[in-house]
């Protein structure tokens, strides 16, 4: 089935950055949606940011907009988040998730069918 791994985390200092990437494999069509995940601890998982795989449209978080990108690498089936301006509050274990329903793209982390393991993003103050 899909399989998913994330990678790029680490430890950075406010206003820094980090690009992180998710390889994806498995998929059986081309409609599907990648979307990002964060979870801080002894907080509920939040929706970052998610792109269409058919089309290339993208969907990002208020509190992240203007400062991370998503993007696509069709022929790797790799997709990437580019995080600027980084703060203490992005701190959270980030994951990319498979939405292979895909009738649309969206956060809603309910739609969203396989996960990957997450990789640890630190932003110190």
């Known amino acids: 089935e899909v399989h998913l791994v994330e990678s790029g985390g680490g430890l950075v200092q406010a206003g820094g950055s980090l690009r992180l990437s998710c390889e994806a494999s498995g998929f059986t069509q081309d409609d599907y949606v990648i979307g990002w995940f964060r979870q801080a601890p002894g907080k509920e998982r939040e929706g970052v940011s998610c792109i269409s795989a058919s089309d290339g449209g993208t969907f990002y978080a208020e509190s992240v907009k203007g400062r991370f990108t998503i993007s696509r690498d069709r022929s790797k089936h790799t997709v990437h988040l580019q995080m600027n301006s980084l703060k203490p509050d992005d701190t959270a274990v980030y994951y990319c998730?498979?939405?292979?329903?895909?009738?649309?793209?969206?956060?809603?982390?309910?739609?969203?069918?396989?996960w990957g393991q997450g990789t640890q993003v630190t932003v110190a103050s």
């Open positions: 998730a498979a939405d292979v329903t895909a009738e649309d793209y969206d956060l809603y982390a309910n739609d969203y069918d396989y």
